[in-house]
Each structure stands twice: as structure tokens, then as C-alpha cells.
């Protein structure tokens, strides 16, 4: 593909690492953007890459940030690291870390959820979902007024999904022409099923989670409907991956409930290992109350895993349900409940989904995701240039 953007700056506070979607997102796209002609120059906390092709600038955010991420004393960091570089253009993969940004060379940014564009004022609105309501108030207040000035001094916009960029458009009053839509892309090697294997998933049923903020990715939920499904599934357990800041509270509640002994809490899996568990689960199971996009939905599907997701977000534009996986309002047990005891008792439904849920990988692919982009780059510096 041809393309008149020759070096670009990629700000981003994770690279190399794959225990998040902006992790993923970010080292799929800087190695992509490499291997179609373009001079990268990477800023991020960590190790440099070994990346023929790509530069690294080293950064940290502050010890003493609150922010998720450090996200906001980074982009102070990128505005110092970046003042006197050359490039034609500079990416900042989450967006919000452009807010200290205000140099000449035209930026973007890519955004990847809209919770903090979905915040409500009023602090009991989070009271009955979140233990940490109080806290979680104050810091979504504080993120929705930082990420509304800093979105709109972007010369562009890219967002993980259509849904992420009409609540981003609504909140911030930025016309949805301005945001852009390109899917995320993983390039995941599809690892068929057999029927020794499904026999085993399902003797051994086996639920799954795997998510940072396990709050918001639904985990109280799944916990009640498990409480349920306990009494009719014999042996049935649930597996909980990834890191979450809120994991004593979250264990307090599988006490409260009864399920404590039926609940393993693995923290952060490397990605060497992840899909040991998405081959060995029966069902992937992640209701959020908010979600932009989830890659990890790509992830259990390539293994020939049968999903569960809320229908909230751009998580629609990924499910189609009962075809590809099943989608169910947040925060209802009683359907999730329903759900899953249809993928572990059905075998029809489940092997529809998990076939189909093959054929959703070709759509989501790293290849079109770094095309697209390029393509979005080079309109935003022709735009530059008539201006």
C-alpha cells in the first residue's frame, strides 16, 4: 500500500505487552506500521524494542500519579520527550494522553472506551455496581474534564468502535464526522476443536474471565448467577485472569455469596500461557457494564471458545447474538444465568457459535486495521498541508 507518511511518532504507555487491548493494540500497530514502510519512533515506559525499522524514546510517568496508567503525568512526559523531535505526525494510542501535547506536528489519538464520556454526576449512580463508588466518582469527575480538552485540540480521531465514537461525539460535542472507526486487529491463529475436547470442557464445566477492572467487566454478576448455577451444574467453577485493583473486595463478595470455594483468582497470566486457559474453560464469560471493543472476545473465539458479552458498547458490533456468541443486559443474573446453562447443555447453539465465531477472526485482522490507519494518517497531513 502507498502512503506519503514516512515517520511517525507512536506515544503509548504500553508496549510490548499484551495483558490489556491497548497493549495488544499498540505493539500490533507500531510492528505493522514497520513493516509497511513507515519510520516509527516509539515513547513509552519499559524496555526498547528489538524492532528492526522502529526508535524508542524511554519515558515515566510520575511515582506519585494516581491516574490509571500514569496516564497523565505521561503526557507531560511525551510533550517534554517529543518537543524537538521530526516526524509528520504523532499518535497517541490512548488519546487522553495528549492533554499536555501542543506542539506544530498534527496528533491523533485513538480512543478506546467511553466511560468516562458515559460519567454521571451524581455519585449514587455507581453505587449499586461498584464497591469503590465513592472513589470511582471523584476519579471518572476528574478523567471527563481532562479528556474533553484534551480530545478536542486533536487534529484527528480514531475510535475502537462505533458505538465509543457516538458517546464521545454526544458527550463532548465533537462531530461524529471528526472520529473515525477502525476496528481493532489481532492476527490470531485459529486452533480447531474436537469432540474428545468438547467432552472434557464440558464434564469439567469451566467458566472464564479475563479482564483488568474486574467490576466493570461484569465479575459481581457472574458471581451471583453462580451462586445458581452451583446447585445445578455439578463441579462447575469459575476462573477469574487478570490484574484487578480491587481483588480483596471482590473475594469478600464470593464469600458473602456462598462461592468462594468455587472461584480461582489467577491475577495477570502472560501471554504465553493465556491460552492454556481459554482451551481448558467451557464458556467465556464477560457481561461488562461498559465496554468499547474487547479483544479478548477474538482471543477465546481463535480457541474455539463459545463467548457470553453485554450488550453494551461496541461489544454488538463484535457479537451477533446467538450466531457468533450470546449477548445479555448487563447486570440481569437471571439472564446470564440462562446463558450459560444454554452453551453448556446445548450442544447445537454452542457448536454454531464456536464456528462462526471462527469466521469473525478474518474480519478483525492486523492487516486491515494498519491499512486503515495509514490511510487515516495520510488525510489528516493532506488536510495539514491545505491548510
Excluded at 48 to 61: H, K, L, N, Q, R
Excluded at 335 to 344: E, R, S
Aim: proline share 4%; glycine share 8%.
Amino acid at each position: 500500500m502507498q502512503n506519503s507518511t514516512k515517520h511517525i511518532i507512536l506515544c503509548t504507555q504500553q508496549f510490548g505487552n499484551y495483558w490489556s487491548g491497548l497493549g495488544a493494540y499498540s505493539t500490533h500497530l507500531a510492528k505493522g506500521l514497520v513493516q509497511s514502510g513507515v519510520n516509527v519512533t516509539v515513547a513509552s515506559p519499559g524496555i526498547p524494542p528489538d524492532v528492526e525499522g522502529m526508535d524508542f524514546i524511554s519515558v515515566s510517568p510520575s511515582k506519585y500519579d494516581p491516574t490509571h496508567g500514569g496516564w497523565f503525568s505521561l503526557s507531560y512526559a511525551y510533550a517534554k520527550a517529543i518537543k524537538n523531535t521530526k516526524a509528520d505526525l504523532i499518535h497517541f494510542t490512548d488519546a487522553r494522553e495528549s492533554f499536555a501535547y501542543k506542539g506544530n506536528i498534527p496528533s491523533v489519538g485513538t480512543l478506546h472506551d467511553d466511560y468516562f464520556a458515559r460519567h454521571k454526576w451524581n455519585p449514587f449512580y455507581y453505587k449499586n455496581d461498584y464497591v469503590d463508588w465513592i472513589k470511582r466518582w471523584a476519579y471518572y469527575s476528574f478523567v471527563t474534564i481532562m479528556e474533553r480538552r484534551a480530545l478536542r485540540r486533536l487534529a484527528g480521531r480514531l475510535a475502537n468502535s462505533n458505538a465509543t465514537a457516538k458517546t464521545i461525539s454526544n458527550a463532548y460535542n465533537i462531530p461524529q464526522k471528526n472520529i473515525k472507526t477502525i476496528y481493532l486487529g489481532m492476527d490470531l491463529e485459529i486452533v480447531p476443536i474436537d469432540e474428545d475436547l468438547e467432552n472434557k470442557r464440558l464434564t469439567n464445566p469451566t467458566l472464564l474471565l479475563v479482564g483488568g477492572n474486574n467490576q466493570r467487566k461484569g465479575l459481581p454478576n457472574i458471581l451471583i448467577a453462580l451462586k445458581s448455577l452451583i446447585k445445578e451444574i455439578p463441579g462447575l467453577t469459575l476462573q477469574v485472569v487478570g490484574k484487578n485493583q480491587n481483588l480483596n473486595r471482590m473475594k469478600t463478595l464470593a464469600n458473602k455469596l456462598g462461592v468462594a470455594d468455587y472461584v480461582e483468582f489467577l491475577g495477570w497470566v502472560s501471554p504465553e500461557n493465556i491460552h492454556t486457559y481459554y482451551r481448558q474453560a467451557s464458556v467465556f464469560v464477560m457481561p461488562s457494564l461498559m465496554e468499547g471493543f474487547g479483544l479478548v472476545f477474538l482471543e477465546a473465539m481463535a480457541q474455539g471458545l463459545p463467548v457470553i458479552g453485554g450488550n453494551v458498547g461496541g461489544t454488538p458490533e463484535l457479537i451477533q447474538n446467538e450466531e457468533n456468541g450470546i449477548l445479555i443486559s448487563p447486570g440481569d443474573s437471571a439472564i446470564l444465568q440462562n446463558a450459560i446453562l444454554k452453551l453448556l447443555n446445548d450442544r447445537n447453539i454452542r457448536n454454531k457459535i464456536i464456528q462462526n465465531g471462527y469466521k469473525t477472526l478474518e474480519k478483525f485482522s492486523v492487516k486491515n486495521m494498519v491499512n486503515d490507519t495509514i490511510k487515516y494518517y495520510n488525510g489528516i497531513l493532506n488536510d495539514s498541508i491545505a491548510c
